[in-house]
């Protein structure tokens, strides 16, 4: 694996700005050896997840059992609204609470489409991914 480092002077953070992100110029790559592979992937983040200056709390396995009732948090700041589909389905919008969107829900079977933990911004009707999970 090669792990990209990033970096800037601090400045005040624009959060949710998906029209203009923020860049970072690379500093440095690592090289990364495994030794072997996880069973348990982590979730796919999406570029939106990045720019909206998310931060995930839970679920960090990006392999989720089927049909099991699973918890969701974190924090998206600006996000009018984060809500959990299923393919086009939404399953439920999440609840704001001390800084972080929350829920739990009951997955959808095995063989569905991947679930995808999505966030919605000022002056946007669209939702954008921003994390997505695989069922097992």
Same mark, same amino acid.
């Given at each position: 694996y090669s792990l990209h480092v990033y970096a800037r002077k601090r400045q005040p953070t624009v959060q949710g700005n998906l029209k203009d992100p923020v860049r970072y110029p690379g500093i440095s790559v690592i090289s990364v050896t495994g030794l072997r592979r996880s069973p348990y992937p982590y979730p796919k983040t999406f570029a939106s997840f990045q720019r909206a200056g998310a931060e995930l709390s839970e679920p960090f396995d990006g392999l989720l059992k089927s049909e099991s *009732? !699973? $918890?969701f948090r974190l &924090? /998206?700041?600006?996000?009018?609204?984060v809500? +959990?589909? @299923?393919? !086009? %389905? =939404? =399953? +439920? &919008?999440?609840?704001? *609470? $001390?800084g972080y969107f929350e829920t739990? /829900? &009951? =997955? #959808? #079977?095995k063989g569905t489409a991947p679930l995808q933990v999505c966030g919605r911004f000022a !002056? %946007? @009707? $669209?939702?954008?991914?921003? /994390?997505?999970?695989? =069922?097992r």
């Open positions: *009732k !699973q $918890r &924090r /998206v700041p600006e996000a009018e609204e809500a +959990v589909f @299923s393919g !086009q %389905d =939404l =399953l +439920v &919008r999440m609840e704001l *609470k $001390r739990t /829900v &009951r =997955l #959808p #079977p !002056q %946007d @009707s $669209r939702y954008w991914g921003l /994390v997505q999970y695989e =069922l």
